[in-house]
Each structure stands twice: as structure tokens, then as C-alpha cells.
């Protein structure tokens, strides 16, 4: 049987890695000290390691393909092909930035003012890279953990990710630039991507991940209208393309489905009330496949 090696994200990612798969259709359990991860999936073996190695493991073909952060790839340099852009991160569906941070009372207010200074981080070959591109010569240190409460006493700044920016704020500390966006990425080892069951098998795994982030945001309403208010009706719903309207069995009325963004369900449901619409019904989704 032919197997693809995924590498799974172990540590902050991998909770909502595995929410994200078991809505994609794919059950991934693991052991508390197992670094493989179990998949209902014959043709997947799967491998737990850090988001900071994945990149390297997938370029030197020990993984055939993984999921990782953009930003771990370009700090690791690493020679592999991009499938697919996933976005979701530890707390929410959105990008996550790496952000140059000083405390509060710190006099430095531009990449400029870093000259000379000492700065901790995680992301060495990024901050080095990003004062580079700035003209500034600073020393930079890897941190091993709790980088934000190394300011102001240890170092002058940290270059750490964030992506609400509330620990940076507990910590009074403030961000002066960001370095880099980033968002999580499916990967492939070029090699793999070359061998065609390789390529279908992780083009499938990509489209149903990207299928089940795109219904994270989404529901689908169903309603009863009468025939002469599906024109007001339908104008209110926005839809993925135009609504679904289907006769009923009784004179005169037609159901209507529609998929919607459901922040916007709470305005326009009172609206479709109001011009006509009846029986509505609001039903979560597990993928949306354009």
C-alpha cells in the first residue's frame, strides 16, 4: 500500500491541527507521550514534531509533507513547495506576527534606535535577517522560553510572535514593528510532490482542510418563503454564488437555502422575517469545498 508521511505540529498548533482534520474527515489521536499520532486513514502515517522542525524534516525528505508556520520556513531556510495556505492559529482564524517589542519606558521607538542593543528571541536567523535588511548591527541571543520578561532587565528588546498581543500588554511591554505575518502552511518535500499518488493523495488532504477552515465562518440557512417575496428574500442573503430555491409541495411556496457568513446571521435574520421568509433555520457545517 502506498503511504504518505505527514508531519503534525506538536505544542501550541496541535490542538486546533487536530480539530481542523477531524472536520476535514480524518480522526488523529496520539498517546500523551507518543510522537505517532494515530490516523483512520490507511494511506497516512503520521508523525508529532515541533513546528520549528517540521521544515527542515520535510525538505531532507524524512517527511513527505507537513504542516508548519511560514514563519518556521523561512527561519529554517528551508527548500520545500507550498501547498496550501491554512489559516488558523492557537487561538483563532487569523495570521500571527512576529513583532519587535520594547517595555513601556524603553526610549526605542524605531528598528534604527536597536543599534548596538541586545535582543532575545526564538526567531535568531529571522531578527538577524530583518536588522540586515535595516542597516543596524545588534546582538542577538536565542531565548529558551518566558522571552517577554527578559525586558527590560537582561535585554533591550524581544523579537517574539504574538497574536492578540495580550501578553506582550500584561507584561508592559509595546510593539514597535512587526517583522513578519504569518500563517500556516501545508508542505510538501519536492521529490514527493514529483511522484504522482504523492501529489493526489496531498492535493485531496489540502482541499479538505481548506474545505473545513472555510466552514469555520460559515452556516447554512434554510427557509419557507412565499413565491411573490423571493425576490425581496433573496436579495437580503448573501451566498457563495445565488441561493438554492426549490418549489414546495403546497401552491405557492418555495424553500431557500442558502451557505452565509454567519457573523452577519444575526442582522439579516430579523430581515428575512420581515420580508416574508418563514420556518428558518440555521445549521452548522463541517466543509465548504469551492
Known amino acids: 500500500m502506498n503511504k504518505l508521511i505527514l508531519g503534525l505540529p506538536k505544542g501550541s498548533l496541535q490542538e486546533a491541527t ?18 505517532l499520532p494515530t490516523v483512520d486513514d490507511p494511506e ?3 508523525r508529532l514534531i515541533r513546528a520549528q522542525e517540521i521544515s527542515r524534516y520535510v525538505e531532507l525528505g524524512v517527511l513527505d509533507a507537513g504542516i508548519t508556520g ?16 491554512l489559516i488558523y492559529a492557537k487561538q483563532g482564524m487569523r495570521p500571527v ?7 513601556n519606558d524603553s526610549s526605542i521607538q524605531s528598528v534604527k534606535d536597536l ?6 528571541t526564538e526567531a535568531v536567523g529571522l531578527t538577524k535577517r530583518y536588522l540586515e535588511k535595516h542597516g543596524v548591527q545588534a546582538e542577538v541571543e536565542f531565548s529558551w522560553g518566558a522571552t517577554e520578561v527578559k525586558v527590560p532587565e537582561l535585554v533591550d528588546a524581544i523579537v517574539e510572535l504574538t497574536e492578540t498581543g495580550s501578553s506582550l500588554r500584561a507584561n508592559n511591554l509595546r510593539i514597535v514593528d512587526v517583522v513578519l505575518t504569518s500563517t500556516t502552511k501545508l508542505i510538501v518535500n519536492k521529490k514527493a510532490w514529483g511522484n504522482e499518488w504523492k501529489k493526489g493523495k496531498i492535493e485531496q488532504i489540502a482541499m479538505l482542510l481548506q474545505g473545513a477552515l472555510a466552514a469555520e465562518s460559515r452556516v447554512l440557512l434554510k427557509m419557507n418563503v412565499p413565491s411573490g417575496k423571493v425576490a425581496a428574500v433573496s436579495k437580503i442573503l448573501p451566498a457563495l454564488h ?6 414546495l ?3 405557492g411556496w418555495v424553500a431557500i437555502e442558502s451557505v452565509v457568513e454567519e457573523k452577519v446571521v444575526r442582522q439579516i435574520i430579523p430581515e428575512l422575517k420581515r420580508a416574508g421568509a418563514e420556518g428558518i433555520i440555521e445549521l452548522p457545517l463541517n466543509k465548504v469545498i469551492r
Do not use: C
Not at 115 to 120: D, E, N
Not at 242 to 247: L, Q, S, V
Open 97 to 103: 506576527r512576529w513583532v519587535l517589542a520594547v517595555h
Open 18 to 35: 487536530f480539530a481542523m482534520f477531524q472536520k476535514a474527515g480524518f480522526k488523529v489521536s496520539v498517546g500523551s507521550r507518543s510522537y
Open 249 to 251: 409541495s403546497g401552491d
Open 115 to 120: 543599534q548596538g542593543k541586545r535582543i532575545a
Open 242 to 247: 445565488a441561493p438554492t430555491i426549490n418549489p
Open 44 to 46: 497516512i502515517d503520521a
Open 70 to 85: 511560514f514563519d518556521w520556513i523561512q527561519e529554517n531556510g528551508s527548500d520545500v513547495h507550498e501547498v496550501a495556505d
